[in-house]
């Protein structure tokens, strides 16, 4: 018993690693080359809810480069990139631009020094203190392999840069635009989003990750 | 005085109005009154952050905290004319719920091209963040999954777990991870997951 649980498992490994060693080689040269600048730079430069000006522009330049149609100013700041490939579903991935009111004190070499005029007036520091620098560069990783493996796929990839996770108003602003009447509604929709209480390498899925907020 | 005293018993709506074993957060974020010792202010502004995740107790809640806050002013002789006015700000966001079906093909798709191992074992969600992202799926409703990627290093937790210290949370001034496997692995879901949704027949 113990004998042909051991085999499958071997067989099992050696195929998902077969499949898949090409894919993450071809990651971690993009990480190296380009992902992993963009993310120094994306941390540097946080810019705070609806004022996403810098972070989107650049967002639409590298979705451009990657070989999508790109259309800017959804929803204030927002950015939809749109790769039409055959026929088939509609999928959506979306990332926040936005960073938070907060003076980094992470010690990092790359840590934000950025002070910015809020939405009513005050000079606020700025950091990406809940890794949304982390979900663009991961967006246009994403973005540049969608690209690279059109021969694999079918279908409609949106993906989307919003404004304003943090003041709950980016992805309301971007549908009160008309996204899905301008863009195609999704069939399929997806987030992803860091978090430092799991392990880096590691996923967590749950049927229920978020709870409703109220601000009053 | 008596924003303090709301402060104070806005806390007992979670721990007595309601039931035990259903979440519900309130956080006075922001309390702004007075100008200098010796002057009574007439005047305090406090800014809330409610969380839930039933839309009964979102209801039970909201409503609760419109009985207390006016009570409690009226209990300290405020007259009616003069009662504290309640008013929501930010947009509200609802909860997000993961689609089932659409879960179970992803989590099965990850399993098999990285492993089970691929999942958090550290993992518990202990607090209640929220998310604008539902407005995106939830009307008209659009299959979704929603999931985390872990950013701290096996070295960090292990630091942590011996007394170290703690691991600083997603808004904290100290947060950080580690970006390199953090969006590699980020990537490689991503690209996964779209390959499977978007297979050609």
């Known amino acids: 018993m113990k004998c042909l649980l051991l085999l499958s498992l071997l067989l099992a490994t050696a195929h998902a690693g077969a499949a898949d060693s090409e894919l993450h080689a071809a990651i971690a040269r993009d990480y190296k080359a380009n992902l992993a600048p963009l993310f120094e730079h994306l941390h540097r430069n946080p810019e705070l809810s609806f004022l996403e000006v810098n972070t989107a522009k650049r967002m639409a330049q590298e979705l451009r480069s990657a070989g999508f149609e790109v259309t800017e100013g959804v929803g204030g700041t927002g950015v939809v990139a749109i790769l039409k490939n055959g026929k088939g579903p509609t999928v959506m991935l979306r990332a926040d631009m936005d960073g938070l009111p907060v003076e980094e004190k992470s010690g990092l070499p790359y840590a934000s020094k950025v002070v910015q005029k809020d939405t009513v007036g005050r000079m606020s520091p700025v950091a990406h203190s809940c890794g949304h620098d982390v979900h663009m560069t991961s967006l246009i990783g994403t973005a540049h392999q969608m690209a690279a493996r059109r021969g694999e796929w079918s279908g409609t990839l949106m993906l989307i840069a919003q404004p304003a996770e943090e003041r709950t108003g980016g992805a309301l602003a971007m549908m009160k635009d008309q996204l899905w009447s301008r863009f195609g509604k999704p069939d399929y929709a997806m987030a992803l989003h860091v978090s430092s209480e799991a392990e880096e390498g590691k996923i967590d899925v749950s049927e229920a990750p978020y709870s409703a907020d109220n601000t009053l | ?201």
């Not at chain 2, 979440?23 to 009574?40: E, M, Q, R, Y």
């Not at chain 2, 202990?126 to 008209?140: C, H, K, L, T």
Request: glycine letters at 8%.
């Open chain 2, 1 to 201: 005085m008596l924003g303090a005293q709301i402060v104070l018993a806005l806390q007992t709506i979670i721990t007595r109005d309601l039931a035990p074993r259903e979440p519900g957060l309130i956080t006075v974020g922001s309390f702004h009154a007075g100008s200098k010792s010796n002057i009574i202010g007439d005047k305090a502004v406090l800014e809330l952050t409610v969380r839930t995740e039933s839309p009964e107790a979102r209801e039970l809640v909201l409503k609760a905290i419109t009985r207390v806050t006016l009570n409690t002013a009226r209990a300290a002789g405020v007259a009616d004319t003069m009662l504290p006015e309640i008013k929501a700000t930010d947009a509200p966001a609802p909860p997000i719920v993961n689609d089932v079906a659409l879960s179970n093909r992803l989590k099965k798709v990850w399993a098999e091209k990285l492993g089970p191992g691929i999942f958090s074992t550290r993992y518990k969600r202990g607090g209640m963040g929220a998310e604008d992202y539902p407005a995106f799926v939830n009307a008209p409703y659009i299959p979704s999954v929603y999931f985390r990627i872990g950013g701290t290093s096996d070295a960090t937790f292990a630091a942590a777990d011996k007394g170290g210290p703690a691991i600083a949370a997603n808004h904290s001034p100290l947060f950080h991870i580690e970006p390199d496997r953090t969006i590699r692995t980020g990537v490689e879901t991503s690209v996964l997951a779209l390959l499977d949704l978007l297979r050609k027949n």
